[in-house]
């Protein structure tokens, strides 16, 4: 017999197993003899009150042999598909490698060109930004095997459920190497430490079931003929040589930071619509404060991670948020070409640095866009590049990201210091009215005063604010059929995910890559 039940636990009993068990053991007034054990399905905590609990979901097993694996884990076959239909997906984020082994099940081989390096080999070029403040254009934090998951945390909840079957992404993750706690914990994530592992994992399974993956390669051009697509034209960065593919299906699936893609639609008079997206800083407080206030104690016990936060509030007709919370984590350099400074933020799997950090946002809309609407559906894309370059001049024209403490910044003052952040080009004081317009600093600090009062202790000096947060999502859509997935002027070329301003964060983009595969398999069926 299977019972399923919930527990409440203080934390130190929570984290070990044997005591959960004789917990669920009681609760069920079971023996010993009879009493197998438990497996975790959903673990949680309530922090509502000061006695902080644990909330967790069990299968308890009576009379019955307890299962070794986790009741929701999945093993997948992939089959061999070195001489099947091609399907060209053009990006290895995780929208392009999930569409590439979805392909795989349905019999099509997968040729995925990825601008960047494979993930080993991007570690360099982020040193570069890091230590000498070099940005390759090419390889970077958004660009790379992996796509911008891969080194900002691997954070793997969603909302989007009805996109498709999360348990299914978790589990293709599990089997390549992740946790399986990411089955349990509510706010799964992989950490920057162990996704590369995870991806390299991924690409071996799409090589060995006889995938193509081309490193250092990118689309230029495609071509179309009576509105079908035809071939595709890439680039090897590292030759200069330009090769013609022939390609009757492709996933475009190149991230929110592809901007060479969207002059590329607009150079070529192909659809493509301004989208509204939404800009701010990160702010970064010592993680200590965070779990000070959330977890109302002056030290976090050592069963309790790294506490987050997440905050809504609406000012002036806009809705301002968090973003990326980062428990424990790093403020990174998320640039992508020469002249900008953009930040984003990363915890690794642990989440114990010393510092938490998150987006705070401010949605835009055309109004904002309108000094730039001469480029029309480039238009949010012109404002978006016009902040980075306001926040690197604000910096002092290096990769030093302007900063401001919070409540100078809600004082309207220029800080005379700055606290030790975890961002490496460092940061250099200024106004945060420097790089960001008024309308949306003023919905900042109204909504700073508001998550103040909801968490006391937020509102510090402290705590200090860093530009620009801009890479919130595509600035642009690719439109699509609903139905087809394709775009409405070019059969049998399919935008996918956050770059083509579809699905948001990992766990949607790869549900989304998965349905464009099969899309695609449709396509070819027909």
């Not at 070029?125 to 934090?141: F, M, Q, R, T």
């Not at 348990?167 to 799964?188: K, M, Q, S, T």
């Not at 202790?457 to 690719?478: D, K, M, Q, W």
Request: with cysteine; hydrophobic share 35%.
């Amino acid at each position: 017999m299977i019972k399923q039940l919930e527990l409440f636990l203080p934390p130190e009993e929570a984290a070990d197993n044997s005591k959960v068990s004789e917990a669920a053991r009681l609760e069920l007034g079971a023996s010993p003899e009879t009493f197998s054990g438990i497996r975790i399905l959903k673990r949680s905590i309530d922090a509502r009150s000061r006695q902080i609990k644990i909330l967790l979901k069990v299968n308890a097993y009576i009379d019955e042999p307890l299962p070794s694996l986790h009741p929701e884990r999945t093993h997948f076959t992939y089959q061999k598909v070195h001489s099947k239909r091609i399907v060209l997906i053009i990006g290895a984020g995780p929208a392009g490698m999930f569409a590439a082994l979805r392909a795989i099940e349905l019999g099509l081989k997968p040729i995925i060109v990825e601008r960047g390096k494979d993930v080993r080999s991007r570690r360099r070029d982020l040193a570069a930004i890091n230590k000498e403040g070099v940005v390759n254009p090419d390889s970077n934090y958004c660009f790379g095997e992996g796509g911008a998951g891969t080194y900002s945390d691997g954070k793997l909840y969603t909302r989007s459920s009805k996109r498709g079957n999360i348990h299914r992404i978790l589990n293709i993750l599990i089997n390549h190497g992740a946790d399986e706690n990411i089955l349990v914990d509510a706010h799964p994530h992989i950490g920057t430490n162990k996704l590369p592992g995870i991806v390299t994992a991924i690409r071996e399974t799409i090589l060995s079931s006889g995938g193509e993956i081309h490193f250092n390669t990118k689309l230029i051009d495609f071509n179309a003929t009576g509105n079908q697509l035809r071939s595709a034209t890439l680039l090897n960065i590292l030759t200069g040589d330009k090769n013609e593919m022939n390609a009757d299906a492709m996933i475009l699936a190149t991230g929110h930071s592809a901007r060479d893609i969207f002059e590329m639609f607009y150079r070529k008079n192909i659809l493509i619509e301004a989208k509204p997206f939404a800009i701010g800083v990160r702010i970064e407080h010592p993680q200590h404060i965070i779990d000070s206030i959330q977890y109302h104690c002056n030290l976090r016990s050592p069963y309790l991670p790294p506490s987050s936060y997440a905050f809504t509030n609406q000012s002036g007709g806009r809705g301002v948020y968090s973003f990326c919370m980062c428990p424990g984590g790093i403020i990174a350099p998320a640039a992508t070409d020469k002249g900008e400074v953009v930040v984003n933020g990363w915890s690794p799997s642990k989440r114990n640095n010393a510092f938490a950090n998150s987006g705070i946002v401010v949605s835009v809309n055309e109004k904002d866009f309108k000094q730039f609407e001469n480029s029309h559906a480039l238009s949010a894309l012109r404002f978006q590049q016009n902040t980075e370059q306001a926040a690197f001049q604000s910096g002092g024209s290096s990769l030093k990201a302007p900063a401001q403490r919070l409540i100078d910044f809600i004082n309207k003052k220029l800080s005379g210091d700055l606290p030790l952040t975890s961002y490496l080009p460092r940061v250099a004081s200024a106004l945060v009215e420097d790089f960001l317009p008024i309308a949306i600093t003023q919905s900042l600090r109204e909504s700073f005063s508001v998550f103040g009062k909801k968490m006391k202790g937020y509102l510090t000096n402290e705590a200090v604010l860093v530009g620009v947060e801009s890479r919130t999502s595509s600035p642009v859509r690719i439109p699509r059929d609903s139905t087809t997935l394709q775009h409405p002027e070019v059969k049998g070329l399919f935008p996918c995910a956050e770059g083509s301003g579809y699905a948001g964060g990992i766990v949607s983009a790869t549900m989304d890559g998965e349905r464009c595969a099969e899309k695609v398999a449709e396509y070819y069926n027909q």
